[in-house]
């Protein structure tokens, strides 16, 4: 059957960093994605750290995309003028929503904006022959092994969607493209063997590819088990066990009862990811 949700898979999860879990809300980062006969659609957001709801911009963030893309997908992606109509017209549909929320939530709309909504975005659309992505902000994507590295941006302080809502209000002003999608790619699908997307955070998982996982003798290894090992998509559950073993706290006591070692997981951010490869074809299938 030849049809986008016959011919790939996808497999996604994330974990709270080290320097959220503190915080009580955990982790600020969200994922969505819809996977139908002729499309895939897949985005991950991540609130704004300085913020203190933050996580809650990110989850309706992502749904609220992902739903609002899918209206639009009748417009060819082939062409960046296609692709940049389909994400503007997303955009405006999720944030339309994201303002009349905001309006029933308090008297100040810029602070309910700036506490709540405020979220970058990385993003995948697979649509009948092509495949197109992009981005809000920072983050990852890799695309067949090509890592491609979503900032940092200056002063550590990325693009956020909910600014278009509030940008005549912001003390300093923007750059004039400061507030739009960054297009990375645009390929026929047929040249699409696997792909990932994923929040800042797992830069640092990458860092640590040939570190130990605490309290193991096996390394972290290289992001290339996402869409190489089998078990991450057999298991919905896989991707969180790893990123959580590659973040865990281990503490042993010494021989002697003496002492305590303490190892400290890799991931300082939160990290979530979603991957998507092409389904293996076996031979009793053909």
Not at 171 to 188: A, V
Request: include cysteine; charged fraction near 20%.
């Amino acid at each position: 059957m030849n049809t986008i949700s016959a011919n790939f898979e996808l497999a996604q999860g994330g974990v709270t960093g080290k320097d959220h879990r503190p915080l009580a809300t955990g982790s600020q980062d969200s994922s969505a994605y819809l996977i139908a006969p002729e499309s895939l659609i897949a985005v991950i957001c991540d609130g704004c750290g300085s913020e203190p709801h933050s996580e809650i911009g990110a989850q309706l963030g992502a749904k609220l995309f992902v739903q609002s893309l899918a209206k639009q997908l009748s417009i060819d992606l082939s062409s960046e003028e296609g692709a940049r109509r389909i994400l503007n017209r997303a955009r405006d549909g999720t944030l339309r929503l994201i303002s009349l929320l905001a309006d029933n939530m308090g008297p100040s709309f810029i602070k309910i904006i700036n506490n709540y909504f405020l979220f970058t975005m990385v993003g995948v659309v697979v649509y009948r022959d092509t495949a197109l992505f992009f981005s809000f902000g920072d983050g990852v994507i890799v695309i067949n092994g090509e890592v491609i590295q979503l900032g940092p941006f200056p002063d550590n302080k990325p693009p956020y969607m909910g600014y278009h809502l509030i940008k005549d209000q912001l003390e300093t002003s923007l750059p004039p493209d400061y507030l739009t999608f960054r297009i990375h790619r645009i390929m026929p699908i047929e040249q699409l063997n696997h792909c990932l997307i994923a929040t800042d955070g797992l830069h640092h998982f990458m860092a640590a590819a040939e570190k130990r996982l605490p309290g193991k003798i096996e390394l972290v290894g290289s992001v290339d088990q996402f869409w190489t090992q089998d078990k991450f998509f057999a298991n919905p559950d896989m991707v969180r066990r790893r990123l959580f073993l590659a973040n865990r706290e281990v503490v042993t006591i010494s021989p002697s009862g003496s002492s305590l070692h303490r190892e400290l997981g890799h991931l300082d951010d939160d990290a979530t990811l979603i991957v998507v490869r092409r389904k293996m074809i076996s031979e009793e299938a053909t």
